[in-house]
C-alpha cells in the first residue's frame, strides 16, 4: 500500500522518538543527527517502532484508566495540505475528535516532526508524570489531510490492533 501522507498519532511518555517505518527492525536504526536511544521495541502493527531514553529522576505515566483510543493524550505529526511536516498535542475524547491542537494535562516539550524516506519522525519529551514506569500506548497511522486536518484512519485490520502497556524500566 503506498501511502503518500502519513498522519501519526501516539500516546506515550518519556523522552520519546517514534518512527513509522517502512520495514526495518528499531535496533538497526540510524537516526538524523546521529541521536541515540537507550532503549527500543518494534510495536506490533503498522510497522511502527518506539525509541526512549528514560530518566529516572522523573515519574512516567499517560492514560492509566484504558487501553484504546477514546481518552488518549495524543502527539500527532502530519504533512499539511502544502507538505509541511506538523507536529502538535491534541485529546481524543470520542471516535470523531476535532483534532486542534490542545495542550495535554502533562509537559510536552521539544516536540518536533520529520517525514525522511517515506517514513513519519516523530520526537518529544513528555513528563514528568505521576503514575509509574507501564503505561498504555497508542499509535496510527493514516493517509488523509483535509484543510490542514488530519482525518479518521482506517477502523479495520491493524489500525484497531494498535495499542499495547509497555513498561519503559524493562522493555
Known sequence: MAITRHVLIISTVVCL???????????NYEFPGKTVYRSCT???TLQAHLYWTHDPSTKTGINPDGTGMVGTQALVAFQDDQGK???YTTKVNSYSPEMKPEPLSFSV????????NKEMIVSAVVGPLSNGTTLNIVWQA??????NVPQMHSLGGQNVKSYRALDF???
Open 17 to 27: 522518538f517514534v518512527h513509522l517505518s517502512l520495514a526495518q527492525k528499531c535496533k
Open 85 to 87: 511536516t506538523k507536529a
Open 42 to 44: 518494534d510495536l506490533p
Open 169 to 171: 524500566l524493562s522493555s
Open 142 to 147: 493514516g493517509n488523509s489531510v483535509k484543510n
Open 109 to 116: 516539550t521539544r516536540l518536533s516532526a520529520q517525514y525522511l
